[in-house]
């Protein structure tokens, strides 16, 4: 009889969520799927009061909780595991534990970060047996906040999704083409590197939401990508930018692991993290700390082709074959939560 894993997160193909209901499948895990966006259904202005003046709960926050608990209840599950920000309250995971249900969760956004900061999930962080951050600069908050066990886990990849693939033929080669590739969210602390790139006169190729509202952006974003298209474009781009999130705290972020396996040349931006999982500098990826660094590393990778065909190659090589996969990182945790 196979083990059942309890899965509280977002089913959607480009979440992880998803990467991890896949992962538990390829390690031969049964998965109950709960998804999270059920917890955030609820009239628009009711949402917007719940968010702001009610310390970013969830609508339903309640209702869901209550039916991760009733699944809890009918499956018996071994583990559940919830992720990120996950609308659970304190009250139904107490009784979760009672059922003897391994309760995990993987952090994938920081909590003290203002955008998320939420105190009805603060009550709930000590209420999990493990919570995995995918941040090292949060494990003693963590653990002052009664999180013993929080260790850390980083992001991944997930192969079905991840992988090289060119354009289809020269036509879409040249509508992708960029020099420096960067796909993400219009953080403010963002925008002053897109915009000391589009000044150095540099092909951007820039997706993601919200860059239209700066105007340093606006006019050169090109949307959201999907899957496909980022792959795609991924394989034209000169150079791909791998930025954390500063409000997130970020040492590394789920394009660390992504750009690699779908074959960029990557320049990152350096931090301690990163440096654990590249190596040094020019290994596998060209690290940056300033806008002007960035710049001048650029230019440099820019005129010397043979050397970003060198760090495509060696990133690839190292991630997809270094036990980086969703499938990993859930065998990592449930294999601690089982000791």
Known sequence: MRETLLLAGNPD??????????????????????????????????????????????????????KVLEACRDVR???????GIAPLEEAALKEIGKLHVSRLN?????????????PWFLRALPQYDYVFSARRASLSQLRRLGC?????????????????????????RKQLASDILFA?????????????LIQADVNVGLYGGYW?????????????????????????????????????RDGNVMRSF????????????????????????????????????MIEKLHWLLTHDDERNRLKIAAHRLITTGGNTYADRLQAMLQQASA
Not at 38 to 45: P, T
Not at 185 to 193: Q, T
Request: with cysteine; net charge negative.
């Open 13 to 66: 193909p480009i979440h992880i969520g998803a990467h991890l209901n896949q992962a538990a499948e390829a390690l031969g895990i049964e998965v109950v799927m709960c998804d999270v966006a059920e917890a955030y259904d609820g009239a628009f202005w009711q949402n917007r009061v719940n968010w702001w003046l009610r310390g970013r709960r969830p609508t339903r926050l309640e209702a869901f909780s209550a």
């Open 77 to 83: 599950p071994k583990w559940l595991l919830a992720t």
């Open 106 to 118: 993987y952090l994938t956004d920081d909590p003290w970060n203002p955008v998320h900061r939420a």
């Open 148 to 172: 013993p066990s929080a260790c850390y886990l980083p992001f991944a990849y997930a192969p079905k999704l991840h992988f090289l693939e060119p354009p289809a033929n020269e036509s879409e």
């Open 184 to 196: 993400g969210g219009a953080d403010r602390d963002r925008v002053p590197f897109m915009a000391a």
């Open 212 to 248: 239209e509202r700066y105007p340093q952006t606006t006019g050169f974003t090109r949307g959201h990508a999907d899957p496909q298209t980022l792959r795609k474009a991924v394989s034209v781009a000169k150079v791909s930018l791998c930025l954390v999130r500063q409000a997130n």
């Open 258 to 293: 992504e750009l690699p396996a779908m074959g960029a040349c990557m320049l990152t931006e350096d931090t301690e993290e990163h440096r654990e999982i590249f190596g040094e500098d020019g290994k596998t990826v060209t690290f940056f700390r300033t806008r002007e660094e």
